[in-house]
């Protein structure tokens, strides 16, 4: 079912634009943030609202990798593969993330929380090896690093109440 919010949102944002295929990138956040992820129909919307084919807004949203075209965790973890991540022990920690989250890469946890992916290259080298947690990036992990800030992430999830803001 059409959304008559997003459509407001995404024809007023294109009018920024001088051409609509130029706010496919903002249009498909607009999308993701409404629905969590892009689903086909979703895209469809977006093509739609911007008159596109359809196959023009899918390659933009399965080549970006800050595009979800999945359900994702609460906390995802996006870590950087590319050469000078890879050369600086993402490969070790990748494996430390499969192992201390019972997961593989692409996979979610059973409880919804962390989904692990590996992406090509986020754009940081001089942080590497780097990962982005959400929207954030963390550099120059190590393994301890890495332990203690997924330690973190569940202690701080195990003091929430089930539905409710997190106790103080």
């Not at 970006?64 to 590319?82: A, D, E, I, P």
């Not at 992916?117 to 959400?134: D, F, I, K, R, S």
Request: proline share 4%; charged share 20%; glycine share 4%.
């Amino acid at each position: 079912m059409k959304d008559q919010t997003l459509k407001q949102q995404i024809t007023e944002m294109a009018t920024r634009y001088p051409a609509a295929r130029s706010a496919v990138m903002p249009a498909l956040h607009l999308a993701q943030a409404h629905y969590g992820y892009l689903t086909q129909d979703a895209m469809a919307e977006v093509a739609e609202y911007l008159h596109l084919p359809r196959v023009a807004v899918l390659e933009i949203a399965t080549f970006y990798s800050l595009f979800h075209t999945r359900q994702v965790g609460k906390y995802h973890l996006q870590l950087c593969t590319n050469l000078s991540c890879m050369l600086l022990g993402a490969e070790r920690l990748q494996r430390q993330l499969e192992r201390q989250l019972d997961i593989r890469c692409g996979e979610t946890t059973a409880d919804g929380r962390f989904t692990l992916t590996a992406v090509e290259c986020l754009g940081a080298c001089e942080m590497a090896p780097v990962m982005q947690l959400n929207d954030d990036y963390c550099g120059h992990l190590n393994e301890q690093r890495l332990a203690e800030m997924l330690q973190t992430l569940q202690e701080e999830e195990n003091r929430k109440p089930e539905n409710g803001p997190p106790s103080s």
